[in-house]
Each structure stands twice: as structure tokens, then as C-alpha cells.
């Protein structure tokens, strides 16, 4: 499994943009394809969007699709949430993952199997 650490959360008025960073270690990020969750209080945890192990297939869950866009940098062993024209209820816990099970994969899709998770980075969206 790789291990995964998410920065780049912070507090903003609505309309703003952040970006997300999950950098990760263990040696086998690149082979793997990930994804980002979210998690709001007292909400289940929110699939948001997922890039294949290339970066040449991505997915996007409805709620968020045209606003945040998934990147990855292999040479980095960094993915990256671009998130742009934030609401108050974009404001949740964001977390990356990784679908460490499969190598080399190009699914990306809602029956994707994430199993490496990183701890979560706040995101807070005022109005």
C-alpha cells in the first residue's frame, strides 16, 4: 500500500479556488490509479473524482463535474484537486486514495476499489 498525505485545505469565501495536494510514498504511486473523497459532518463520505494510473482517464461525480478537475504528477508522486467557484456546501474533510489493489489501471469509474487512504485535509467555504 502507499501511505498518502493530503495539504492544501483551508478557509475561503464562496466563489474561491483551492488547490489540493496528496503527495504519497511507498514507491508504487504511479502504478496505481486514485481518487478524492470528501466528508462533511453528520454526511457519508462522497466520492468526488478519480484519475486512471496514466492520467489519461478521469471520472468525476456529478455534484462536482465542470468545477474540480483531478491531476496527477507521476514524477511528483502527487494528485491534485483543482477546485474552482466553491459553495458553503463544498465545505467538507477532503480526502485522497489510492486503488493500490490494481496496477496499471484505466477504469475509472464508480466501481473502483480504494484501499490506501490519506488522513484529510479541512476545506472550509464561507458565504
Known amino acids: 500500500q502507499v501511505q498518502l498525505v493530503e495539504s492544501g485545505g483551508g478557509f475561503l469565501q464562496a466563489g474561491g479556488s483551492l488547490r489540493l495536494s496528496c503527495a504519497a510514498s511507498?514507491?508504487?504511486?504511479?502504478?496505481?490509479?486514485m481518487g478524492w473523497f470528501r466528508q462533511a459532518p453528520g454526511k457519508e463520505r462522497e466520492f468526488l473524482a478519480a484519475?486512471?494510473?496514466?492520467?489519461?482517464?478521469?471520472y468525476y461525480a456529478d455534484s462536482v463535474k465542470g468545477r474540480f478537475t483531478i491531476s496527477r504528477d507521476n514524477a511528483k508522486n502527487t494528485v491534485y484537486l483543482q477546485m474552482n467557484s466553491l459553495k458553503p456546501e463544498d465545505t467538507a474533510v477532503y480526502y485522497c486514495?489510492?486503488?493500490?489493489?490494481?496496477?496499471?489501471?484505466?477504469?475509472?469509474?464508480?466501481?473502483?476499489?480504494?484501499?490506501?487512504w490519506g488522513q484529510g485535509t479541512q476545506v472550509t467555504v464561507s458565504s
Open positions: 511507498g514507491g508504487t504511486f504511479s502504478m496505481h490509479a
Open positions: 486514495a489510492a486503488e493500490s489493489v490494481f496496477y496499471y489501471s484505466e477504469y475509472v469509474g464508480r466501481n473502483m476499489e480504494f484501499d490506501s
Open positions: 484519475i486512471s494510473w496514466s492520467g489519461g482517464k478521469t
